[in-house]
């Protein structure tokens, strides 16, 4: 990793920073996380030429250590360089990611991951089945997200299991991520979620069940 990375990323960032803000996106994790106060926008667009020039070799030393970087900014600008190099990635490359996946977890990041996680595995299932019986529930929730926007490549059959699976967890951000990936495959096969849902209505949780039907209609 280029030594001058880091400070680069920091001067970029410090450049639209404003102090203002952080409260506020503080107070939106719930406190869990320092923030410098710098928006989405304005984050991508100072940091873009530098991420672009991140050797393939480097991505993933360069990812863990904006990790260990205390605001949460850094963690963001991690998640925008792999996800502008995902075709740079493979399987093989699974595992280091899912390890990002269980630090500093919160949905943000783990949310992101898992769509990066997902074009990486372009339609595969690689490490899933694992992370699916992991005891960090974020590892559960990418196992359930994994495929959302893959429409007619979806795995129905995996999906459906999956989320029978964990349907008796009582983590709302398991029952969430349920919902959510049930009603993004009914985008694509509406009937068989409708059909799916109202079979294993007993077994789903409600929130779960609600979030699956949310844009099915009556």
Known sequence: MNPDFLTDIAIALAAEADAGRAPAMRAYMRDQFDFIGVGTPQ??????????TVPAESLLASARALWQ????????????M????????NTE??????ELVQNKSWWDTVDALAGIIGDVLRHRHDYMDEALRHDNFWMRRIALLHQLGWRNKTDERRLFNYCLTLAHEKEFFIQKAIGWALR????????????????EKERLAPLSFREANKHLSD
């Open 43 to 52: 984050r991508r667009g100072a940091c873009r030429a530098l991420l672009k």
């Open 69 to 80: 970087l205390p605001q949460r900014e850094y963690q963001y600008v991690a998640l925008d």
């Open 82 to 89: 792999l996800a502008m190099h995902w075709k740079t990635f």
């Open 93 to 98: 490359d699974i595992p280091a990611l899912l």
């Open 184 to 199: 993004d495959y009914a985008r694509h096969a509406p009937e068989a979620v409708r059909l799916f849902t109202l079979k």
